[in-house]
């Protein structure tokens, strides 16, 4: 090598460590190394990274920037990563500038082969079409009705047996997988009317859920690489995209023989009031559309209220007051409802008036959502330069993580007794209402015009679950499991939740109820 290569090599370098200097020096949280930026960071804390995120933000008063990628040219746009949990931040990017802050063609192009154009994978225009027709129809009572139904049948049919076979044989159950399937069941029925039988006795394998489940996690495997990567590997048909093209095709062929049957039965005048059927009512669709529609609200409301429930149960197991005081509202609201005798109490399912009175079930839940949000970081694309609330500068072509496991446990936001599990900090003064936090305080179903369509739904199905298994079992963490994370776009448990079911002798709650004025029973509520 000459001199003069020697010199262009040194004078490269020496450029490069006087930029990166710069770079390093105006960018706070995780350290960033040369070329590779945090990543190194996100490799060492992958088992713990929500957490990791947390600590960083902690010691940062709730937003920092850090860069993925420091190569020159890349490091302040597309490299550039601004992660916050700031409630004036998040304000801003979910609502205030919400046209500047879009999905982004990241996320677009990872989910563009499962997803299509669907509500959950479009901006702009496309998005708004199908944000208005739909919210049309969750704002219908005819929609709750039909989730009703589906949760009442499959808990009752499906949901109980299992617990009581489980009970009976003093055997341990995954109720993370029990919950995964019930809730598949009831948004397969609620999206296009047909029961996959998932949660049926022997728990089959269901080939559209395997199907289902392949797609989507082949579809989060591209975020790990390059785009060119993936793309690569497409054209090639190998690995996770081959997995991917296989189960879109199977999922493609069997929704589009869903919509075929369902337009000869509705010209034939059969009734459905499910949401495919209520799309094709409203006007002419093409198949592909519907289909993304469909597959966009399985997505979203399959794992996020099978593993809100999940984390429910086990808070609730480790906390027996919470389990006390959920036992003595329903006790309170059933008897005023059913009469005094236990044995009324889970004759049938409970009624939409009687679930709709249960606001501590509903802080409990809600409570669980703060500290384990379903979905717990998410991110946008930065379109314009903008200035955030706090000062933060994020430039074009940016993105912003803003993340709802950390904005849920900031002392600044929720006081000194953020990490504690207390559902009474959603209740009134006097404990007799349910009183939400400001939405882009708790984060838990996204806020401004993305705010979840079926959050009420959502709460209706948990409600309706978590009260039907703690009126009849007491359930307790099978020795030896361990409750960990597992590290994906969805918060689920990394072993599942193995629990020990025990029936439960309502006649002690029963007792209790009977000997307490009614002011004692608000107290002991609240």
Avoid at 156 to 172: F, V, W
Avoid at 410 to 422: A, I, N, S, T
Avoid at 440 to 460: E, H, M, S, T
Wanted: with cysteine.
């Amino acid at each position: 090598m000459d001199v003069a290569t020697v010199l262009m090599v040194i004078a490269c370098m020496a450029a490069y460590v006087a930029w990166f200097s710069r770079l390093a020096s105006g960018l706070r949280g995780p350290r960033v190394w040369p070329v590779l930026g945090s990543l190194p960071g996100l490799i060492q804390h992958s088992e713990r990274m929500h957490e990791w995120i947390s600590d960083n933000l902690r010691s940062t008063g709730g937003t920092y920037q850090t860069c993925i990628c420091a190569i020159p040219g890349l490091a302040r746009r597309q490299g550039l990563v601004t992660v916050t949990c700031d409630p004036h931040n998040l304000e801003h990017v979910l609502k205030t500038r919400f046209d500047n802050y879009p999905k982004g063609p990241t996320w677009h192009s990872v989910f563009l082969d499962l997803l299509g154009e669907g509500i959950f994978n479009s901006d702009g225009d496309t998005w708004l079409v199908q944000r208005k027709t739909a919210a049309l129809e969750f704002t219908t009572r005819t929609l709750r009705v039909a989730m009703s139904r589906w949760v009442s049948r499959s808990i009752h049919l499906r949901l109980l047996p299992i617990l009581k076979e489980a009970s009976t044989k003093s055997a341990a159950i995954d109720l993370q997988d029990l919950l995964l399937r019930l809730t598949f069941d009831n948004i397969c029925g609620l999206a296009f009317g047909k029961d996959p039988e998932t949660l049926a006795s022997d728990l089959p394998e269901n080939a559209f859920a395997t199907a289902f489940d392949r797609a989507t996690e082949a579809s989060l495997h591209r975020f790990i690489f390059p785009e060119f990567v993936w793309r690569f590997k497409k054209w090639l048909r190998i690995g996770m995209e081959a997995t991917l093209s296989r189960s879109v095709a199977h999922v493609d062929r069997y929704l589009s023989a869903i919509i075929k049957d369902r337009k000869l039965e509705l010209n034939d005048g059969r009734n459905y009031d499910d949401l495919l059927s209520r799309f094709m009512k409203k006007g002419t669709y093409a198949d592909s559309f519907l289909q993304h529609i469909v597959l966009n609200f399985i997505l979203a409301g399959r794992d996020t209220s099978s593993v809100a429930l999940s984390w429910f149960f086990w808070l609730v197991s480790v906390h027996p007051y919470v389990e006390r005081r959920i036992l003595l509202e329903l006790a309170a609201v059933l008897a005023e409802s059913r009469g005094n005798d236990p044995g009324s109490w889970v004759a049938t399912p409970l009624a939409f008036e009687e679930v709709d009175r249960l606001v501590y079930l509903k802080a409990a839940l809600s409570e669980t959502l703060r500290l384990y949000p379903s979905v717990p970081e998410d991110s946008k694309y930065v379109m314009a330069d903008d200035v955030l609330p706090d000062g933060t500068f994020v430039p074009a072509g940016s993105s912003i993580t803003y993340s709802i496991y950390s904005a849920g446990r900031m002392k600044l936001v929720w006081g000194d007794d953020c990490l504690e599990f207390r559902p009474e900090r959603w209740l009134s003064p006097d404990g007799k209402r349910f009183e939400p936090h400001d939405s882009f305080k708790f984060v838990a179903f996204n806020g401004g015009p993305r705010i979840c369509l079926g959050k009420d739904l959502a709460y209706l199905q948990m409600k309706s679950i978590a009260a039907a298994v703690l009126l009849r079992h007491r359930l307790e963490v099978a020795p030896g499991h361990r409750v960990e994370q597992k590290m994906s776009l969805t918060l689920f448990m990394k072993n599942g939740l193995r629990m020990n079911v025990h029936d439960r002798d309502l006649t002690a709650i029963a007792g209790e109820l009977r000997g307490m004025a009614m002011p004692e029973v608000v107290a002991a509520i609240a």
